[in-house]
Structure formats: structure tokens, C-alpha cells
């Protein structure tokens, strides 16, 4: 497999996972630092997913999505 699921914070990629070639047993908690785009100005999270290999069949999934934040200073 070279499927791949990236997360980009506007044109930057953060981090990359690459697709497992058979299905994980459970479903997988990640987590992604974004502090380096707290800066006060609005950003884009976008999560891409990517098969080149044209399969059709994908084992991503993202849910339970969860943005912590805290205020500048604390």
C-alpha cells in the first residue's frame, strides 16, 4: 500500500501517516502538534487522503476529533 493520509495546517504538511497493508485490529488514537500555528491568525486544518495506487478500498478513518487550546500566556 502507498496510500497515505496527510494533515496540513493551510500549504504546510504536519504529519503523514501511511496506510497500513492490512486493517488494524482497533482503532488507533493519534496526535498531531499544532502549536507552531497558534499565532492569533485563523488557519485551515485539512486532512488529506491520497491512494495512488487507485484500490478503492481504504482503512482511514478520522472521528473524534478533539482541538485543545489555551489562552496566550497560560
Known sequence: ??????????TTTVRTFTES?????AYLARSVD???FAN???????FEY???????VSSFY????TLECAASGQ
Not at 21 to 25: D, G, I, M
Not at 40 to 46: D, P
Open 34 to 36: 499544532l502549536s507552531a
Open 62 to 65: 478520522v472521528d473524534d476529533i
Open 21 to 25: 497493508a492490512t486493517t488494524e485490529a
Open 1 to 10: 500500500f502507498d496510500a497515505t493520509l496527510r494533515i496540513r495546517v493551510g
Open 50 to 56: 491520497d491512494n495512488p495506487g487507485g484500490s478503492g
Open 40 to 46: 492569533g491568525q485563523a488557519q485551515q486544518i485539512r
